[in-house]
């Protein structure tokens, strides 16, 4: 920590004598995915939080009213009547000037759409966290992405987490990101419910003066527009034509400038903290592999353990995990797909009038540079469906096939086609 | 409008007041919603007054469709469903950071009786500190006059047309101002734009009143284009409203209602419903249905305003 950021730290210490003691010291603890959410998103020290409960995130609106309850959380907390309001009550904090936070799952990310594309039109540097399940349509209380792919396209960074202690740290890296004034876009911070939303981990929870002194290159910068009572300004007036089009082209290029800002933070993070993970991508055994297989979020793990066995096999394999799914990681993930001859993508949401996963759909487009080589689409972990050991060994199989010129299916459906 | 002693009105006092709106505002001939807001402007000042507003026929003044925006406020652009959100957003940081400020949403009924509701409920029900003001021009203006929640029962518009079937909206409206001062919030009040002092006072106290939580006043605001009023005279609508107990002026402060407006001897409805075009079909007894509809409104509001003497008998405490 430099000298600024540990001053910063204790003058905030001194200003909020509400606050208890309990994060004065880095401490272990042993907590869910959805503790570690509430933990990261109250050492951020947000000023105005809207919460709204829906399963499997409901743990992080009652641990951050708890931490409101106790005097840890110094803000405002509102315990609003809705995820489309909990969104438009962040968005307009976050434009006079708050630093924001919510939390959502599933419908609730749906439900706020028309707010979670003003937010990013808007240009908000708001966080929020998105505990991954299916969305509405055949009622599936279980995990899944579809919800976060579902918002894709909205403008927002989009971030996936893969342990507890990840979800921890990506808040705090999250508004290092939305509020860096060469970024200026909200973030959504995303985990898999039911496998990391209840999961108990050890995790090291951050002294309050560290993150402070983390985030405190934030305030060095130019202030980002700001909506003040006796200061006339429109925000969100209406824009056709070429005024539109130049407010679309700057956010399209902020987005652009995220992917290495990302990897900044990510190094950044590592030396302030000791972790990282690798920014936009987390590449393992990619380097003299032929084959890789592309994965996000909890079932990495799984994929880890079934490269270290096939590894152990003598199969040159290796495993993307991705990190950042918006921006999509173009560069970074050309350069170590390059060359190799075969790729499998594992997807846990679905792309509809393609039948094959989305994020399979969107590395197929990376083609050109990365060559035409054997791609293919397996579509797993639906619905809380495992992803188990023995469905990635078989993915493996499929793979390893096509890599030596067998003929293969593009898009395997695991659990609906038998081998 | 009662004169003060030797002099005019106190609003014209206001009128003196600087207007932060711009000359020559893009709603249509003779819509009285720009002395709406230009009287509201005066009234409240523009030093710390933060205005929201939506997709509505309030939207080109506030927000510059297709211009610019034609005001020197500090403004702010919500969507439909969550304008009483997004002033929560503001009213909570600028509280939080020690700013004085008088945040108003200006929203038409569609939004708040309608794809609005739920939040501005919430935020009555939280006592959320700003003033909500609908201006209710009973339909969906601004897409072309369609009916909203508060379009009344026998009215035309463009989705209840009138032909064989159909006699206009089949329906009564919904009586927005008294479901907001049944949460009970510090301020809820009716106003309109023939009374200009009843409404600067209402505006005024609102201002006051947000400081212990939500302040609602629910503006009745004909609109000339889409219910065939002649552009000279929205305001005789509006007088003959209040006139005939169509549209009575009172105010509720946490649920103790008071009339602010005695009409002594109520004008038949069909004093209100011949100036309007959107009751032109209307027979005798269509009449007369919303000629019920008005009484048992009138009386419904009558009674509660004499709930204030039981309650002051026998819970001293529960309009605290
Ligand atoms: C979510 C959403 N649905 C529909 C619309 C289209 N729309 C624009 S203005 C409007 C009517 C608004 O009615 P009201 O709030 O009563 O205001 P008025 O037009 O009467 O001034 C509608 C439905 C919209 N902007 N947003
Ligand atoms: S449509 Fe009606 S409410 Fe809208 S600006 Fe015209 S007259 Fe006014």
Known sequence: ?419 | MTNRKGGLSKVFDYFCNEDPFAEGLSPCPGCPLELALRLLGKILGSQDLVMTGTPSCSNPVMTGQNVGAWHRLTAYCTLMTGAAANATGLSRQYRRSGQDATVVCFNGDGCAADIGFQALSGAAERGENFIYVCYDNEGYMNTGVQRSGTTPIGAKTATTPVGPKQRGKSTRRKNLPLLMAMHRIPYAATATLSHLEDFAKKLLKAKEKKNEGLAYIHLFAPCPTGWGVPTHQAIEVCRNAVRTNYFPLWEAEKGIFTLTHQVKKPKPIMEYTRLIKKYNHLKEDELERIQEEVDYEYEFLRHLTEFRKCVATKHQTAGE
């Open chain 1, 1 to 419: 920590m430099n000298a600024h950021a540990r001053l910063l730290g204790c003058g905030k210490k001194g200003m909020l004598n509400m606050e208890g003691t309990e994060f004065n010291k880095t401490k272990i603890k042993v907590i869910t995915g959805n503790s570690a959410a509430a933990h990261g998103a109250m050492l951020c020290r947000p000023e105005v939080l809207a919460l709204y409960p829906i399963t499997p995130q409901t743990e992080v609106v009652e641990e951050i009213s708890g931490f409101y309850a106790s005097g840890e959380l110094d803000a405002e907390v509102v315990e609003v009547e809705g995820e489309n309001s909990a969104m438009n009550i962040i968005t307009a904090a976050s434009a006079a000037g708050a630093r924001a936070f919510t939390a959502t799952s599933s419908y609730g990310l749906v439900y706020m759409y028309d707010a979670l594309l003003q937010a990013a039109g808007y240009r908000v540097p708001i966080v929020m966290v998105n505990v991954n399940r299916e969305t509405p349509g055949i009622t599936a209380v279980s995990s899944g992405q579809q919800d976060m792919i579902s918002t894709r396209d909205s403008g927002w960074i989009q971030i996936i987490t893969s342990s507890c202690q990840e979800i921890l740290d990506s808040i705090i890296m999250a508004y290092r990101l939305a509020e860096d004034f060469d970024i200026q876009v909200p973030v959504m911070v995303n985990y898999d419910g039911f496998y990391l939303s209840y999961l108990a981990e050890k995790v090291e929870v951050p002294c309050r003066a560290d993150v402070d002194g983390f985030l405190a290159p934030l305030k060095d910068q130019p202030q980002r527009p700001i909506l003040k009572p006796g200061e006339p300004m429109g925000f969100g007036t209406h824009g056709i034509l070429e005024g539109y089009l130049e407010l679309r082209y700057k956010h399209s290029t902020a987005l652009e400038r995220a992917k290495v800002k990302f990897d900044e933070i990510d190094k950044a993070f590592e030396r302030h903290f000791g972790r990282s993970y690798g920014g936009q991508i987390d590449t393992y055994r990619t380097a003299d592999a032929d084959m890789v297989l592309v994965a996000s979020g909890s079932l990495s793990g799984t994929a880890q353990k079934v490269i270290d066995l096939k590894r152990d096999q003598g199969l040159k394999i290796g495993l993307i995990r991705l990190r950042m799914f918006r921006p999509f990681p173009r560069e970074r993930l050309i350069e170590t797909l390059r060359g190799k001859k075969a790729i499998g993508v594992i997807d846990r949401s679905i792309c509809f009038g393609w039948n094959s996963g989305p994020i399979y759909v969107e590395l197929r487009a990376l083609s050109p540079e990365i060559g035409y080589i054997p791609m293919m689409s397996f579509i797993d972990g639906i619905a809380n469906m495992d992803v188990s050991v023995a469905n990635i060994e078989r993915m493996v199989r499929i793979l390893q096939s096509a890599s030596e010129g067998d003929s293969y299916q593009k898009v395997t459906w695991i659990g609906m086609e038998e081998e």
